[in-house]
């Protein structure tokens, strides 16, 4: 099985890129899933239905998010409905949405890791208690690990090596140089990255992030224009097994 996860989509241009880049590739690496984090596709931050939609009809499976998962509202009445959206399963239950799903035999977990982020439950525990509450429904078994800390994502990594086929970081935009199959079969990589302008820290423009961090005042981020990159990995996994085979990382660059 071929699976691509896309790193986190930012805004409009981020969202051009998906359209033009991912029906090619879904052909050139024939592949079977297609994931992406999306909740910074709407403006650079949250998601809208619109913006979900646009991404599954350029031929994204499974949306995953993170920290921005509610930030449009126009979104929280879908997060309960039948998309394949998820947000991070160590929420409080009582919040809306799904922190997993399974589609094509596939089940897809997003979590949210605690360092440097919001206080939620623990992630390590809430995906143990996914793999029993789903033990026997799919072999192959992806995670989104949104994470800050490249420490905390490698944690989660080795804690779940040989029970999932991948722990894929997301959430820093910056994507990483440490993919690799660990040492019982399971796919990692610290950070996929993001798709979103080249010229940019982090997908928002200079000059305003520039402008909070010298002067310590809120500033709106907004996301420029221009060439886009886009990280993603690619995953060849064993049906068979759900172990992984390998992991590369398929980067690109739009004009």
Request: proline share 5%; aromatic share 6%; with cysteine.
């Amino acid at each position: 099985m071929h699976v691509l996860m896309i790193g986190d989509v930012v805004g409009k241009p981020g969202r051009r890129a998906i359209r033009k880049l991912v029906p090619g590739l879904r052909e050139e690496y024939a592949l079977d899933m297609v994931i992406a984090n999306g909740e910074n596709s709407a403006g650079g931050l949250g998601l809208t239905p619109e913006t979900a939609q646009e991404m599954f009809d350029a031929g994204v499976d499974v949306l995953t998010s993170g920290n921005h998962a509610w930030a449009k509202r126009e979104i929280v009445p879908f997060l309960n409905g039948e998309i394949p959206l998820i947000r991070p399963v160590n929420y409080p239950s009582s919040v809306p949405g799904h922190g997993y799903l399974i589609l094509n035999d596939v089940l897809v977990i997003n979590v949210m890791g605690r360092v440097f982020m919001a206080s939620v439950d623990d992630p390590f525990r809430a995906v143990d208690q996914v793999l029993e509450d789903m033990e026997g429904r799919a072999r192959v078994i992806i995670v989104d690990c949104h994470a800050e800390a490249t420490s905390e994502a490698g944690a989660m990594g080795w804690y779940l090596d040989g029970r999932v086929s991948a722990v894929l970081g997301t959430h820093t935009h910056v994507g990483t140089v440490d993919a690799k199959v660990l040492p019982q079969g399971t796919a990692f990589v610290s950070d996929v990255g993001m798709v979103g302008p080249r010229d940019s820290i982090i997908g928002n423009e200079v000059d305003a992030v520039l402008e909070r961090f010298l002067t310590q005042m809120h500033v709106r981020l907004g996301v420029p224009s221009g060439p886009v990159i886009f990280s993603s990995v690619l995953l060849d996994i064993d049906e068979e097994t759900g172990m992984a085979r390998s992991i590369v990382r398929l980067d690109r660059e739009v004009e």
